[in-house]
């Protein structure tokens, strides 16, 4: 019921108080409101600070829906998400006015006006968030980075921030719970309230240059440092078929 509420009272504020605020007041406002959803889940925040520059392409490994509120909570950013999305009921329009990039997969011609959307705001050093592996899993691997999109940190010559993400249970061993890789939204948020307690550990590692790399090269080398960071072995191949998004 609190979480009800709370995302009633996101929605008047998006619809109210965004349109009369400065873009920092509505960063600030997001942060804010995503740490009281990891509150009211009973989920901790252990996040560590990082001194990156504004206007990162952030890049992480996906377990959860509650992986954008984590990272909205650390930093707040726009994230990239799929157009179906957008004609979610309520969540389509509230992702809509969050700053949320919807990228219509397999229109070249969608990509690369995408790519330009994306470019203007890591440029105009506002944050955008991705989760390259392209979909969620269990938390115990990281799959295979999709290079095609880091393409806007290439173009713009910003610089990535890879952030480690991972779930831990009350005695700080690895959860499941979150995951919805293999669930339902009803079951994985049962599963997340069955729970004790959560602790949603983020790990902002070293910013990774592009200026004059290859999107290949950079993508390996922030798999490589998530992984690492995971306790993973990193990824020795690139995935078998390519991804529809961003060329």
């Given at each position: 019921m609190r979480l009800?509420?709370?995302?009633?009272?996101?929605?008047?504020?998006?619809?109210?108080?965004?349109?009369?605020?400065?873009?920092?007041?509505?960063?600030?406002?997001?942060?804010?409101?995503?740490?009281?959803?990891?509150?009211?889940?009973?989920?901790?925040?252990?996040?560590?600070?990082?001194?990156?520059?504004?206007?990162?392409?952030?890049?992480?490994?996906?377990?959860?829906?509650?992986?954008?509120?984590?990272?909205?909570?650390?930093?707040?950013?726009?994230?990239?998400?799929?157009?179906?999305?957008?004609?979610?009921?309520?969540?389509?329009?509230?992702?809509?006015?969050?700053?949320?990039?919807?990228?219509?997969?397999?229109?070249?011609?969608?990509?690369?006006?995408?790519?330009?959307?994306?470019?203007?705001?890591l440029n105009a050093g506002r944050d955008v968030a991705i989760f390259p592996e392209g979909r969620t899993t269990d938390g115990r691997r990281v799959l295979e980075f999709h290079a095609a999109l880091l393409q806007p940190a290439i173009e713009t010559g910003r610089p990535l921030l890879p952030i480690a993400i991972a779930y831990l249970d009350a005695e700080g061993h690895p959860s499941s719970a979150p995951s919805f890789a293999t669930t339902s939204l009803p079951q994985c948020f049962a599963a997340i309230l069955a729970c004790r307690a959560l602790t949603a550990r983020l790990n902002p590692l070293p910013i990774i240059t592009t200026a004059e790399r290859s999107r290949r090269d950079v993508s390996r080398e922030a798999h490589a440092a998530i992984s690492t960071r995971l306790g993973f072995p990193p990824a020795r191949t690139e995935p078998e078929i390519p991804p529809d998004p961003p060329a």
């Open positions: 009800a509420l709370h995302l009633l009272w996101l929605g008047l504020g998006a619809a109210v108080i965004y349109p009369r605020v400065s873009t920092e007041r509505q960063l600030a406002l997001r942060q804010r409101w995503s740490h009281q959803i990891l509150t009211i889940l009973g989920i901790r925040l252990d996040a560590e600070a990082t001194d990156a520059p504004p206007g990162c392409l952030i890049v992480a490994n996906h377990i959860s829906w509650l992986d954008i509120f984590a990272i909205n909570a650390l930093r707040p950013s726009a994230f990239i998400s799929k157009e179906e999305v957008r004609h979610w009921p309520f969540i389509g329009w509230l992702s809509a006015r969050n700053d949320t990039i919807f990228l219509n997969r397999g229109s070249r011609r969608h990509a690369r006006a995408i790519n330009e959307e994306i470019d203007a705001r």
